[in-house]
């Protein structure tokens, strides 16, 4: 599987984080200066765990959707639905994940916003019983 989906080129397959992450999907880091901007493409099914982006002033993280069909799910909410155009933004200390849904691809840009000591904290992975119940 070597497509493209969006205006990016896909990366290869994420190991830096793939032990974050509930099945298969490619990072291609689009630029480090002054900005991390990283293209993520999620295989179906694919999402990564529950996670929060720690910052002692500003962080967090943006999320652009490219293409594909996905969710975003903070810690005691419903999950929303994702499609090309959409913007998710996500302020510091907030649990939640984000992925592909079942049947389709999902790709998005993820921009790190920067932040005093800013860092990201890795918690369970979704519960499939929970992602399974999704559209
Ligand atoms: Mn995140």
Not at 11 to 33: E, P, V
Not at 100 to 120: M, S
Request: glycine share 12%.
């Amino acid at each position: 599987m070597s497509e493209s989906f969006g205006p990016f080129a896909r990366g290869a397959a994420n190991t830096t984080y793939a032990q974050y992450f509930t099945g298969q999907s490619y990072l291609n880091m689009l630029t480090k200066d002054g900005l991390l901007i990283g293209n993520v493409t999620f295989e179906p099914e694919c999402r990564n765990h529950w996670h929060i982006h720690h910052a002692g002033k500003g962080g967090g993280q943006i999320l652009l959707c490219t293409a594909g069909r996905g969710w975003y799910q903070e810690w005691g909410k419903p999950a929303r639905e994702l499609h090309k155009g959409d913007v998710v933004v996500i302020p510091a200390g907030i649990k939640h994940w984000h992925g592909a849904a079942k049947d389709r691809w999902f790709v998005h840009l993820a921009i790190e916003i920067p932040g005093e000591n800013a860092r990201t904290e890795w918690l369970e992975p979704v519960i499939d019983a929970d992602y399974n119940q999704l559209p």
